[in-house]
């Protein structure tokens, strides 16, 4: 993510971030609707899924080796692996970032762990697309909501 930030440059840092995080929630949640559909139409699901599990994280390490970052303030190359530093001004922002992502991150993970089991028992069906599916409608309210709120923080933040 760090990296995706540099190689937007200076100005869209904000932008980039905002990307990245939508990328993330979404493909959080097509995962899960992918799984779901693909448990439900093909024979033989866990494998498939493991496979289309294996070729995207294959595509994204391929994209990320390729990166061409632009060289740091000191014109050394960095690295395509780093951690970013945050500037003492903006600490706060990103501790209240932390304080608010993380119990969303948490109510997620409760959510995805016990929805499937849930969804049976509430909708008297074994079909595995729906739990996939309110997966999916749940990512996609989070990353609705990041471009609801993404003015009104910015403004507040920045």
């Known amino acids: 993510m760090a990296a995706v930030t540099d190689l937007a440059g200076t100005g869209l840092e904000r932008l980039a971030a905002?990307?990245?995080s939508s990328a993330m929630v979404l493909g959080a949640g097509t995962g899960p609707l992918l799984a779901?559909?693909?448990?439900?139409?093909l024979p033989g699901p866990t494998v498939t899924i493991?496979?289309?599990e294996i070729v995207l994280l294959a595509s994204a390490l391929v994209v990320v080796v390729r990166m061409?970052?632009?060289p740091d303030r000191s014109g050394a190359a960095r690295?395509?692996?780093?951690v970013p530093a945050v500037h003492p001004a903006g600490r706060a922002a990103v501790l209240l970032g932390i304080a608010v992502f993380a119990p969303g991150i948490?109510?997620?993970s409760f959510v995805l762990s016990l929805g499937p089991s849930v969804l049976v028992e509430l909708l008297a069906t074994t079909d595995r697309t729906v739990a996939g599916a309110a997966a999916f409608v749940m990512?996609?309210?989070?990353?609705?909501?990041?471009?609801a709120v993404h003015r009104p923080v910015s403004r507040w933040c920045w």
């Open 139 to 147: 990512f996609l309210a989070a990353a609705g909501v990041q471009f």
């Open 50 to 52: 493991f496979v289309v």
């Open 36 to 41: 779901g559909v693909l448990s439900e139409a």
């Open 68 to 70: 061409r970052l632009p």
């Open 79 to 82: 690295a395509w692996v780093r």
């Open 106 to 108: 948490t109510a997620t």
């Open 18 to 20: 905002l990307a990245l």
